[in-house]
DNA sequence: TTCTATAGACGAAACGTTTCGCCTTTATAC
DNA sequence: GTATAAAGGCGAAACGTTTCGTCTATAGAA
């Protein structure tokens, strides 16, 4: 069907070797170079990946896995990672887990058979025990955002220093005199939300403060699940005079359920939210939120993935974790109270 | 490094053929299959794709391109269709444009160069220009959401009927006494846009209703867009009695904005919405919206590919299109008003 | 026992590149 | 005019599979 090197060949009266040289941006003399790319029109010829890869041994291709595609903050990562990616010549595979570990692994296998030259993965399982082949293959392994303990000498990592996002947020509603302050975060098993939770208590223990079970509402993350929590804790703990909510989804679930109540934001309940700055800043009130540099993250990954796939110093240096920082980004939700 | 199938022979003593077999599914000794099974575990050996691709010219994986990754409704049809696809041993290369036709040409010729065996295309461009090297290929492609006049005859689409829905939305509202309706809608670049206004408009010149133009506005399809376009809309516009917002994101944004305005919902103005129904449901009062299928147009979409990328019957069948229709989830965020 | 049918095994060729070591041409210096 | 260096061109082998036509061994029928 399609035409090989060697018909190219055999049209312009050149080498293989010739043309396969002018492919990877050798040099050839201009009139040939010319021929080349006259036959190549001609024929519509285009270079056989497969074979391409066989000989190489490189697939130019790196696998992304996120627990879900439905979520803007892990989109969001994904979309600069593609580009930073895409930049340097490698393409993307984009699989989503569905949140089931099972498939974290099935998907990771996937990705071996496929040959990805590297791999970024936003875990979905504690443990993610799927990795082991990967790794047991030498093929270089991104964490990203979420944290897997046994793996923090063996892969290299980027993540948000979630501790202290949680802490300073609560610190900044303590220092406008909020002490009843209800959290909402997702499940426990997952880093951040353990990371965040952490850092609220810490920032409240600090502040004297002893924090109710009650008011730490876990949730699935989503928008729904968020509101729901919402106006269920508004009616149980109705001397709360704020909510930190802990990421995007949580965020609008706790707007709507609070409006939807009656309830005026920063009047009666003042509120912190995560991510989103466009949304955050049209909205009237504007919302305080804490803005994750998302696109900083993804860029950060494909750099250190894009560094262990080069065959020279890759291997050798130590896996690094990469700290991030989240920003408070001011708006008016967040009202300041008489102690 | 890794093992090969000439490994795997040397060691149990069989043919190359017959582990070719075993890979493959074909029937061999029993006492042979445990041989090969026990040196395929002791070897670590896994099948190069790249030779077995080079050879079988099928590189079982399909892509997937669509204008963003940060939105729900696409990347739940995603979701959707790589569950489908992989069932039937397909991988699959998801490919965002970021909106930009440009874009659009490129994802298309990378994905052609990694020799996908089909395409589906939810399309950024309105004429799709970058699916023509594509079609020159003979690989099957299946339009979805958006369609492409000039390619009605060449691909198979999976499309909502917009128009009928738009249309059956307005005249719930309509049936309901209302008779000043806003429109939020996005480009009119994009063919579900451009189908909902003239199903609105359909709708409401049967019931004899001149539109100002001011009613009908045009966003850029985001929550924050819609947000902004709907406090306008009901400040230049205070008699309107409902507004119908044409996507997920835009019925937010309208939501948000309408509640912060202070605005009664449906005691003031009544809202029609469109998708999430896990989101509507939850809300207080819970939202009437238009509820798109999502996941069958994934399914229909992977179904119609999967029928084409098999040689056999493929080529030779008329290019199909399927309609979806839309379901109206009703709420309560609609009330009857008088005439 | 001999013949035939059948299941299963087998090796070689092919898929379309890249790369190695070698060869040819041209330009330059003497 | 010859010698030398540099630039560029060249074919063959190799990458790891699948597949085709052929071969062997076993079982059942006569």
């Known amino acids: 069907m399609g035409a090989t090197i060697k018909d190219i060949a055999a049209k312009t009266g050149l080498g293989l070797a010739t043309i396969s040289k002018y492919l990877n941006g050798g040099h050839v003399l201009e009139k040939n170079q010319a021929a ?3 036959a190549i029109a ?17 697939s130019k291709t790196v696998g992304v896995v996120i627990p879900q595609l439905n979520n803007l903050f892990m989109t969001s990562i994904v979309t600069k990672v593609e580009e930073t990616l895409r930049h340097h010549g490698y393409g993307v595979i984009v699989c989503d887990t569905s949140k089931q570990p099972e498939r974290e692994a099935e998907v ?20 993610a025990e799927g990795l082991d082949p990967v790794l047991k293959r030498n093929i270089p392994v991104v964490l990203i955002d979420r944290k897997v303990d046994r793996l923090e000498e063996k892969t290299d990592m980027v993540l948000l220093d979630n501790f202290r996002a949680a802490y300073e947020s609560t610190r900044y509603l303590l220092e406008r005199g909020h002490r009843r302050i209800g959290l909402l975060i997702g499940s426990e098993d997952v880093y951040t939300s353990r990371e965040r939770l952490l850092g609220y208590y810490a920032a409240m223990d600090k502040a004297g403060i002893s924090v109710p079970k009650n008011w730490i509402r876990c949730t699935d993350f989503t928008m729904q ?26 965020t609008l679930g706790t707007v709507l359920a609070l409006k939807d109540k009656g ?9 912190i939210g995560f991510d989103n700055r466009e949304l955050a ?3 009237q009130p504007a919302l305080t939120i804490v803005s994750q540099p998302v696109e900083e993250m993804g860029v950060e990954a494909a750099n250190l993935l894009l560094r262990r796939m080069q065959p020279s110093d890759g291997a050798a240096e130590e896996a690094q974790t990469i700290l991030l920082r989240a920003a408070i980004e001011e ?9």
């Open 263 to 271: 309830c005026q934001v920063p009047g009666e309940v003042s509120i």
């Open 281 to 283: 800043r049209a909205m």
């Open 331 to 339: 708006g008016a939700s967040v009202k300041r109270v008489a102690d």
């Open 36 to 38: 080349i790319e006259k």
């Open 225 to 250: 699940g968020a509101y729901q929590q919402t106006l269920e804790l508004m009616e149980e703990e109705s001397g709360l005079t704020a909510i930190f909510a802990t990421n995007f989804e949580m």
């Open 42 to 58: 001609e024929l519509d010829f285009q270079v056989n990946e497969f074979a391409r890869s066989l000989k190489t041994r490189q």
């Open 108 to 127: 990771l296998q996937f990705l071996l058979n496929k040959m990805v030259d590297g791999v970024i993965l936003l875990a979905t399982s504690k443990e």
